[in-house]
């Protein structure tokens, strides 16, 4: 008698073939009459269960919201008055509502849809519909600066970009 090491790598039909055979949880060595032969599995084959192996990918979740211009650039409009328009686009289709992450920074003057001015910009209470967009209007004096804004979506994403007075 001959040694046979015999690995069941077979795709589906090989687990229930191992089965058959009381195989069905690993490699097993059987004596057969002959020469010695090894099988080995087939590149994306788990050894064990015969069963074509799953690759697992990820796709990339497009963000919930854009925003555009990014980073805001204050441009001068006259003398003394540098200014910006964002527009913040809601791409989910439920309502999503944003705003700016503390601390707020003075000498800005801030509008959401030509509302009322703010200190600071947010609309989490009315929220953008879904597939709309927020137009974000940013005034300041000229002074030439730039800092860091995180802005925080209600589903909890973060948004970073800079924000720049020229």
């Not at 057969?32 to 090894?38: A, E, F, K, M, Q």
């Amino acid at each position: 008698m001959t040694l046979v090491t015999l690995l069941l790598v077979a795709g589906l039909g090989g687990a229930a073939l191992a089965s058959g055979f009381g195989l069905a949880r690993g490699a097993r060595t059987i004596f057969l009459p002959g020469p010695v032969v090894t099988a080995t599995p087939p590149p994306g084959v788990n050894a064990t269960s015969g069963i074509p192996a799953v690759q697992a990918t990820s796709t990339p979740v497009p963000p919930a919201l854009t925003l555009s211009p990014s980073p805001l650039v204050l441009l001068q409009q006259d003398e003394h008055v540098c200014s910006a328009t964002q527009t913040i686009t809601n791409h989910t289709g439920r309502a999503v509502g944003w705003s700016w992450d503390p601390p707020a920074v003075d000498g800005f003057i801030f509008q959401v849809n030509q509302g009322p001015r703010v200190a600071w910009p947010t609309n989490r209470v009315l929220a953008i519909a879904p597939g709309g967009s927020d137009t974000l209007q940013v005034r300041s004096d000229c002074k030439h600066q730039s800092i860091a804004v995180r802005l925080t979506d209600t589903l909890g994403h973060r948004y970073a970009f800079a924000l720049t007075v020229q």
